[in-house]
């Protein structure tokens, strides 16, 4: 018996390995597959923007919103005080993906989108979108915005000196130039601009309650048989 | 001519006089055991993550993707991680089969531990001096491969014993 035991020992460890192995490859190649679906009705038409996406909502909800803003223009912090409602007003149904439209006109909205970005990079950038869209009259003017981003990092708990040093890096940067990739590629032009499936707004509707509107519009027709 | 005795030292930790291993080379080589499985698990993580395709997030400060994600993570297609996976593999057979008195397999533990030793410097020395960059999952399997380099030194091989 005891001449058997090693061999019996490691067979279980080899037979252990391998399902241990096995499993961790299934699970983690399901979360891919599934990222990968995802990526892609992130990116319905055009060309991809940043992956992953800042989205919010469940991953299948029936609808999907992409919103291309700028944090500087008053017409999106109009909307995304809508946005910040999504959750109450359709449960579960929605989705919002958020792409960075920064405008030139505008002279802090590019350091704006990028304060979002690095804030990402610590997980929170949601809560810097609100912030940004929340107390966009406090800063669009701001002479120094970049002190003024620093006081809302810390606001909202990020830990300042990384996302001091996130605001210059290559990783924030290359995701507003490939959201821009992707507006041009999708013809935008203005901010807000929403998609709704993949359906762009038309620009007459794009008021919150116009908004609001096709969004329920979209919501009846996937409940339509 | 007079014989040459054995270092009575050395024999005590390695076998008892009936040629069975001692009491303190089971437990020598148990742990070895148990710190090749800790590699062992450490290593199939890293070499499914990779197969699977998702990129690895480190605890704590380290960047595991800018370590995993390198030209040096690979041997052609394969990921080293897969490397480390059958050393581990050779490794805890070994340690298994000394523990039971196999004495062929201090050799072929020593053998196998000194090459993860040497692998160990030189990824250590590419994650410092190339990469800028540290990977705790690798930083665990090279504080392992120490441990069991250390446990090889302590328990020398049979052709010590039995000069």
């Known amino acids: 018996m005891r001449r058997f035991l090693p061999y019996a020992i490691i067979a279980v460890v080899l037979l252990g390995t391998a399902t241990a192995g096995t499993l961790v490859y299934r699970a983690k190649h399901a979360r891919v597959l599934e990222a990968s679906a995802r990526t892609a009705a992130d990116n319905v038409g055009g060309k991809a923007g940043a992956v992953p996406a800042h989205a919010h909502g469940p991953d299948n909800a029936a609808v999907t919103i992409e919103e291309f803003a700028d944090f500087q223009c008053p017409p999106c912090a109009a909307v995304a005080g809508l946005v910040y409602n999504l959750d109450k007003d359709f449960p579960g149904k929605l989705r919002l993906v958020f792409r960075q439209y920064p405008l030139d006109m505008h002279k802090n909205a590019r350091l704006a989108a990028l304060g979002a970005e690095a804030a990402g990079l610590q997980g929170k950038f949601w809560d810097m979108h609100k912030q940004l869209f929340l107390k966009q009259q406090e800063w669009s003017k701001a002479d120094d915005f970049r002190s003024v981003l620093d006081n809302y990092a810390k606001q909202i708990g990020l830990a300042v000196d990384r996302f001091g040093k996130d605001l210059d890096s290559e990783k924030v940067v290359s995701r507003l130039k490939q959201d821009r990739e992707r507006a041009t590629s999708l013809g935008v032009t203005s901010t807000p601009t929403l998609f709704i499936n993949g359906q762009a707004v038309p620009a007459e509707a794009r008021t919150p309650d116009g908004f609001r509107a096709a969004i329920q519009k979209a919501i009846d027709g996937k409940k339509a048989p | ?163």
């Open chain 2, 1 to 163: 001519m007079a014989k040459k005795r054995p270092n009575p030292q050395t024999t005590k930790i390695t076998e008892t006089a009936a040629g069975r291993p001692s009491r303190a080379a089971v437990i020598v080589y148990s742990i070895a055991a148990l710190l090749t499985l800790a590699g062992l698990a450490d290593a199939t993580y890293l070499t499914a993550s990779h197969l699977s395709g998702e990129t690895v997030t480190c605890f704590g400060t380290a960047n595991c993707s800018e370590v995993l994600g390198s030209s040096y993570a690979k041997i052609g297609p394969a990921p080293l991680a897969a490397f480390g996976v059958a050393a581990y593999l050779v490794a805890f057979i070994a340690a298994v089969l000394a523990a039971f008195g196999e004495p062929r397999a201090r050799s072929v533990l020593m053998v196998a531990v000194a090459a993860m030793f040497l692998a160990t410097l030189w990824l250590l020395y590419v994650q410092a001096f190339i990469l800028h960059a540290y990977c705790s999952y690798c930083l665990l399997s090279a504080a392992l491969t120490f441990a069991l380099a250390g446990i090889v030194i302590v328990v020398p091989p049979p052709s010590r014993v039995d000069a």
